[in-house]
């Protein structure tokens, strides 16, 4: 469980300050990875825009499984909890990995990130007369370090008058990409954005009525696993409908569909400035770019960035390696 503090206790990146959270974000593991390995990496960027619905025909066979003989569903390139219907693929998801994937993805997307979702009215298919309105706060008091003490009380709060709160996760690079870390420093950490002017207010009247020293509130939990595999089936599936199922071997099923739980080795961070710096209050930013020379030579990545205007973690994934020319793909000569 995350709790929302109104003092600082560690580190953050604010949204005041991105250059800074750039910065912090260029640590030890990094410079070892530059001095190592010198590869160039070359990005298509792929501009996504909400008012438009984009369609890729049907592969012929899931994309995850590879299955030509079951029945195939449309499959939401981007979850469309976060982008409605913005990228579709025809027919390529059969109904057992599109159940496999829910399971994760539904908890990421509900229990994560659904009150924030709800501020900022993203996109939902539940009725407006349905969707949240409130929600039952825990409040708890904590010490200097923000370590829990004791619960307070539970506030019924409507979600307009709730502080903006966001809790993501933050890794270093892939190990696929770096050199090795103590697993401590492989596992990352939670990553969390709130308002602190808002949450300020909102503690103060409870500490005003119960007399605790420090009040704070519990406002989200992140499944770390839940999450990084999240980010590797839209990464994966972003890849294929933008290059073709074809076009590289992939790395990520066996994440995808829970053969394994090892998301470090393909799923971690980007530390380094944006390819493009207009975020213009997307939803979600998303590259590919295939690694040009060096040792990485044709590995494929993407570069997703949840809410970039709030200094996100800007995440980076390994989809796989080519096994065509990507750049006459896309030029359309092969």
Not at 172 to 184: A, E, I, K, V
Not at 296 to 317: C, D, F, N
């Given at each position: 469980?995350?709790?929302?503090?109104?003092?600082?206790?560690?580190?953050?990146?604010?949204?005041?300050?991105?250059?800074?959270?750039?910065?912090?974000?260029?640590?030890?593991?990094?410079?070892?990875?530059?001095?190592?390995?010198?590869?160039?990496?070359?990005?298509?960027?792929?501009?996504?825009?909400?008012?438009k619905?984009?369609?890729?025909?049907?592969?012929?066979?899931?994309?995850?499984?590879?299955?030509?003989?079951?029945?195939?569903?449309?499959?939401?390139?981007?979850?469309?909890?976060?982008?409605?219907?913005?990228?579709?693929?025809?027919?390529?998801?059969?109904?057992?990995?599109?159940?496999i994937?829910?399971?994760?993805?539904?908890?990421?997307?509900?229990?994560q990130?659904?009150?924030?979702?709800?501020?900022?009215?993203?996109?939902?298919?539940?009725?407006?007369?349905?969707?949240?309105?409130?929600?039952?706060?825990?409040?708890?008091?904590?010490?200097?370090?923000?370590?829990?003490?004791?619960?307070?009380?539970?506030?019924?709060?409507?979600?307009?008058?709730?502080?903006?709160?966001?809790h993501?996760?933050?890794?270093?690079?892939?190990?696929?990409?770096?050199?090795?870390?103590?697993?401590?420093l492989e596992?990352g950490?939670?990553?969390?954005?709130?308002?602190?002017?808002?949450?300020?207010?909102?503690?103060?009247?409870?500490?005003?009525?119960?007399?605790?020293?420090?009040?704070?509130?519990?406002?989200?939990?992140?499944?770390?696993?839940?999450?990084?595999?999240?980010?590797?089936?839209?990464?994966?599936?972003?890849?294929?409908?933008q290059?073709?199922?074809?076009?590289?071997?992939?790395?990520?099923?066996?994440?995808?569909?829970?053969?394994?739980?090892?998301?470090?080795?393909?799923?971690?961070?980007?530390?380094?400035?944006?390819?493009?710096?207009?975020?213009?209050?997307?939803?979600l930013?998303?590259?590919?770019?295939?690694?040009?020379?060096?040792?990485?030579?044709?590995?494929?990545?993407?570069?997703?960035?949840?809410?970039?205007?709030?200094?996100?973690?800007?995440?980076?994934?390994?989809?796989?390696?080519?096994?065509?020319?990507?750049?006459?793909?896309?030029?359309?000569?092969?």
């Amino acid at each position: 469980m995350l709790y929302s503090l109104p003092f600082p206790v560690a580190p953050r990146f604010p949204i005041a300050d991105n250059h800074s959270a750039r910065q912090n974000g260029r640590s030890e593991w990094w410079s070892m990875y530059t001095r190592e390995k010198n590869s160039r990496m070359r990005l298509d960027v792929h501009e996504l825009y909400k008012s438009k619905v984009i369609r890729f025909p049907s592969p012929g066979q899931c994309i995850y499984c590879g299955d030509k003989e079951a029945k195939l569903n449309n499959e939401h390139v981007i979850p469309y909890a976060l982008a409605a219907d913005m990228i579709i693929m025809d027919k390529s998801c059969c109904n057992t990995c599109q159940n496999i994937i829910q399971r994760y993805e539904q908890e990421v997307l509900r229990k994560q990130l659904g009150i924030f979702r709800a501020q900022v009215d993203a996109p939902s298919r539940t009725k407006k007369k349905d969707r949240m309105t409130h929600v039952d706060v825990q409040f708890v008091e904590v010490d200097d370090v923000g370590q829990f003490m004791r619960d307070l009380c539970i506030r019924r709060i409507p979600i307009d008058e709730l502080p903006l709160a966001v809790h993501l996760w933050q890794s270093p690079m892939p190990r696929r990409l770096r050199s090795p870390l103590s697993l401590q420093l492989e596992q990352g950490k939670p990553w969390s954005f709130a308002d602190r002017e808002g949450l300020n207010a909102l503690c103060s009247k409870v500490r005003e009525e119960t007399g605790a020293n420090h009040v704070a509130y519990k406002s989200g939990q992140v499944s770390r696993l839940h999450y990084l595999r999240s980010l590797a089936k839209t990464a994966h599936a972003f890849a294929a409908s933008q290059y073709g199922l074809d076009s590289f071997e992939p790395y990520l099923l066996d994440l995808i569909l829970c053969r394994s739980d090892d998301v470090a080795e393909f799923v971690g961070d980007d530390p380094f400035e944006a390819p493009c710096e207009d975020t213009d209050n997307h939803t979600l930013q998303i590259f590919l770019g295939e690694a040009m020379g060096g040792e990485e030579q044709g590995l494929i990545t993407a570069r997703l960035q949840l809410y970039p205007t709030l200094g996100s973690p800007a995440h980076l994934v390994v989809v796989g390696k080519a096994r065509i020319d990507i750049q006459m793909r896309l030029a359309g000569e092969i």
